[in-house]
C-alpha cells in the first residue's frame, strides 16, 4: 500500500483531534505571537526609542529565545501551516466543522491562509537572522528601527507587507469565529453574530496597528532613528561596566568622553552610589 493511501485514511480517523489541535495552535500560540508581534511593532510609532526598548526587553532571553522561538511559534506554525495545506488539498473533511461558514468566508480563509503563509516565509528570509544565509537577515535587534525602517523603504515591499499584513490577520480573526464553531462554543444564530463583531473589532484592532506599524516605519527618520540607537547600546554597555561602542569615524576614546543622559530608573542604586 501506498503512501498516499495511508495518508487520507490517517487523517480520517483523526479528524476530531487534529481539528481541535489545529483551532487551538491557530489561537495558541500562533495567534497570541502575532497580536503580540503587531502591537510590539506598533510600539514604533511612539518612537524609535520606544521601539527599541520593546526589542530590547525580548532579545534579553539572550541564549533562551531560540527554543522559545521554536517550541513556541516556528513548530506550532509548521504545524497549523501543514495541517491547513491538507484541509485545502481535500486530504481532510472539513464539512462538519465549517458547515456554517458561507462560501465566499471560507474561500477567502484559505485564500488568506496561503498568503499569509508565503508572506510569513518572506518575512523570516527578509528580517530573522536565519535568512541572513540566502541574502536576507536585514533586521538588527540592537539597530531595531532604523535596520526595519531601511528593509521598508521600497514601495514594493511597503505593498507585498500591506497584502501580507492584511491577509494575515483575516485569517486569524476570521478563523476566531470557526474556532468557536469547532469547540461547539457558539451553535445557535445570535451567537454566532455575536462572535462575528468579536472577531470583526479584532480584525479592526489588529489591521491597525499592522497597517500603523508599516507607515511609522517607513516614515522613520533613519539618521536620527540610529543616533537613538546608539545612545542606548552606550547607556547598556555603560550599566555593564563596557566601554561605549565605537563608531567607524570615531575612536573609542572619544565616544568615552562623551556624556551621556541615562533614562531614570537604569541606573541601579549601586551604580549610583546611593
Not at 490517517?10 to 502591537?39: D, E, Y
Not at 532604523?146 to 499584513?165: E, K, M, R
Amino acid at each position: 500500500m501506498s503512501q498516499s493511501e495511508i495518508s487520507p485514511s490517517f487523517f480520517a480517523k483523526n479528524q476530531f483531534l487534529i481539528f481541535r489541535l489545529f483551532s487551538l495552535s491557530g489561537l495558541v500560540p500562533v495567534g497570541a505571537f502575532l497580536m503580540v508581534h503587531l502591537l510590539t511593532n506598533a510600539s514604533v510609532l511612539a518612537g524609535a526609542g520606544t521601539f527599541q526598548s520593546r526589542v530590547d526587553m525580548i532579545h534579553s532571553l539572550g541564549p533562551l529565545l531560540i527554543p522559545v522561538e521554536w517550541i513556541f511559534i516556528f513548530l506550532p506554525m509548521i504545524f497549523h501551516a501543514t495541517v491547513g495545506f491538507i484541509i485545502i488539498a481535500g486530504g481532510l473533511p472539513n464539512v462538519g466543522s465549517y458547515a456554517y461558514v458561507g462560501n465566499v468566508r471560507y474561500t477567502l480563509q484559505r485564500a488568506t491562509g496561503m498568503i499569509a503563509f508565503a508572506f510569513i516565509l518572506w518575512h523570516l528570509i527578509q528580517l530573522h537572522w536565519m535568512g541572513a544565509a540566502v541574502g536576507g537577515g536585514q533586521f538588527d535587534p540592537h539597530r531595531a528601527s532604523s535596520s526595519t525602517a531601511a528593509a521598508l523603504q521600497p514601495t514594493l515591499v511597503a505593498i507585498f507587507y500591506c497584502i501580507g499584513i492584511l491577509s494575515t490577520v483575516f485569517h486569524f480573526a476570521n478563523g476566531l469565529w470557526t474556532l468557536g464553531i469547532t469547540w461547539g462554543v457558539w451553535t445557535s444564530p445570535a451567537a454566532m453574530r455575536r462572535a462575528n463583531w468579536i472577531s470583526i473589532a479584532v480584525g479592526i484592532l489588529l489591521a491597525g496597528a499592522g497597517i500603523g506599524a508599516l507607515v511609522g516605519m517607513r516614515r522613520i527618520d533613519i539618521e536620527q532613528a540610529q543616533a537613538i540607537e546608539n545612545r542606548m547600546e552606550d547607556v547598556r554597555r555603560m550599566l555593564d561596566g563596557q566601554e561605549p561602542t565605537p563608531t567607524q569615524d570615531e575612536p573609542t576614546s572619544v565616544r568615552s568622553s562623551q556624556t551621556f543622559d541615562v533614562p531614570a530608573g537604569l541606573v541601579p542604586a549601586s551604580k549610583t552610589g546611593t
